[in-house]
């Protein structure tokens, strides 16, 4: 093995990501490191820092072979001239543009530690997801000193989706590599699209300018984010005029021009990216002057929370104007299914804004209990924690869907129906059930986007 690479940052991106390189690239040493070393420890344990479907595997068939993780920063700098990057960079919560702009301090101090340990010429590339023009950044911090190391910096962001990370990076869409338009840019781009061309098709290897790269991420997500807003704002028209939201999203996305995908209306899109990669849009376009392109972007973020909103609204009036004293169980806490992660769930705003109506909420969810108990300490209310659905439902007022597990389709929901307290509601913040069915066994149904299902006499 004489080909090394290097990743900076063991998280959700950085292990599964290089987990798969070093899966079709036997022929590289890939070494994984990162500060913090719990998170490094449970890399190298049987109980992986994330859960995701397939990675265990692919972990097993790759760990001390080929993949090693590590906390030695430093000395990894030293062995390997490749070197990916994927820290963490949050929505920055102090000083100017906190709650908008990129909090790039994790990613400079990376970079000044690539610069105090280089011994040797590196590539290094932006696996996190930047503000366009952040290279240049790097650049200016990585070249400051005259000391015959040269540094090209690359952006390679990645478009993984988590719950389905392993599949989208063995058969990604496509991968986009930007570099700087120069002999040297050409050839680091070449290095790296190298590794890439050994399972990806070349037509599906993009490659642009560096400025491109960098913007086309930031883009992607908030044009997703914007599709699943667009649905939202129509599910609400859809309660209004009772048409069915899943009808009007299929009639539209079968036009090959919309497409079909990211048309699920929902209680709101969650997850560490979507709305810190549109603030951070947002916060650039401030930044050049371009107030209206901005307050377009912003309304994806501000309908995303009138949607939480809306969802919460419909259980109080739905609930006879008051939640208070009622136990209501929330069908999963993670943003999304697959996945323990619960970064910006819409689960955490419901749930803080039930506890607010002074409800008792039980949480249930198959992987995200632990993460659910973190995200609600400190808040003031009654949380219970509850791993079987059918315990967590029992003396409940009221079922919210939160996200879309594939064990909440399939439920006993006339066994539950029995144990809740009477009437009894579902709220489908996801639109799995099987709502005329819910209804039948003598649930009052209320799901996003179509007209509710009530025994109630109007
Ligand atoms: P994460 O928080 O799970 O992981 C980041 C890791 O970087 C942490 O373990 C942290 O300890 C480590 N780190 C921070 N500073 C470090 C330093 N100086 N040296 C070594 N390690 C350091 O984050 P993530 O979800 O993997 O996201 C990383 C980047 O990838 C972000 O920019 C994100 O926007 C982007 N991204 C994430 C996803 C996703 O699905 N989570 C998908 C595509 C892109
Ligand atoms: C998203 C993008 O899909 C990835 O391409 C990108 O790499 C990643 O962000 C990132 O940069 O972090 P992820 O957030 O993991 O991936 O998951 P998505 O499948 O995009 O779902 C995001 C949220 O939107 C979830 O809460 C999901 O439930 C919700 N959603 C999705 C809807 O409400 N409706 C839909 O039709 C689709």
């Not at 994790?106 to 610069?115: F, G, P, S």
Request: hydrophobic residues 40%; contains cysteine; negative net charge.
């Amino acid at each position: 093995m004489n080909k090394t690479i290097l990743c900076i940052g063991a998280g959700y991106v950085g292990g599964p990501t290089m987990a798969m390189i070093a899966s079709k690239c036997p022929d590289y040493r890939v070494t994984v490191v990162d500060i913090n070393p719990q998170r490094i420890a449970a890399w190298n344990s049987d109980n992986l820092p994330i859960y995701e479907p397939g990675l265990d595997d692919l972990i097993r068939a790759t760990r001390g072979k080929n993949l090693f993780f590590s906390t030695d920063v430093e000395g990894a700098i030293r062995d390997n001239d490749i070197i990916f990057v994927s820290v963490n960079t949050p929505t920055k919560t102090f000083g100017a543009g906190a709650g908008m702009a990129a909090d790039l301090q994790y990613w400079e101090k990376t970079a000044r530690q690539i610069l105090e340990n280089a011994n040797s010429s590196k590539i290094v590339i932006e696996k996190s997801t930047l503000p366009v023009k952040t290279a240049l950044a790097m650049e200016r911090i990585l070249n400051s000193q005259a000391n015959g190391i040269s540094f090209d910096v690359l952006s390679n962001p990645e478009f993984l989706a988590e719950g389905s990370a392993i599949r989208d990076l063995e058969n990604p869409d496509r991968v986009l590599i930007g570099s700087r338009e120069t002999e040297r840019g050409r050839l680091a781009r070449n290095a790296i699209l190298e590794i890439y061309a050994r399972w990806i098709p070349r037509e599906r290897i993009l490659t642009t300018n560096i400025w491109s790269s960098e913007l086309s991420k930031l883009v992607a997500n908030a044009f997703l984010a914007q599709r699943i807003s667009s649905i939202n704002t129509i599910s609400a028209l859809c309660e209004k005029t009772e048409a069915d939201v899943a009808e009007v999203a299929r009639a539209v996305g079968m036009d090959s021009r919309i497409g079909a995908k990211f048309l699920n209306a929902s209680v709101g899109f969650g997850g560490s990216c979507f709305k810190k990669d549109i603030l951070n849009l947002v916060y650039l376009c401030r930044f050049y002057g371009l107030e209206e392109v901005a307050d377009y972007w912003e309304r994806v973020v501000g309908i995303n929370v009138y949607q939480q909103e809306r969802f919460i609204m419909s259980m109080l009036t739905a609930m006879f104007n008051t939640l208070a004293g009622k136990r209501i169980c929330l069908f999963g806490f993670a943003f999304k299914a697959n996945t323990g992660d619960t970064r910006e769930s819409p689960a955490i705003f419901i749930a803080r804004r039930l506890a607010e109506e002074q409800s008792e909420v039980v949480i249930s969810d198959p992987k995200a209990l632990s993460n659910a108990r973190m995200d609600l300490a400190g808040i003031d209310g009654a949380f219970h924690y509850i791993e079987d659905p059918y315990e967590a439902a029992k003396g409940c007022h009221a079922l919210a869907v939160m996200t879309e597990w594939d064990i909440y389709r399939t439920l006993d929901y006339e066994k539950i129906y029995e144990n809740m307290d009477k009437p009894a509601f579902i709220f489908d913040g996801r639109n799995i059930l099987d709502h005329k069915r819910c209804f039948q066994i003598g649930f009052n149904v209320y799901p996003i986007g179509k007209p509710p299902l009530t025994h109630f006499e109007v």
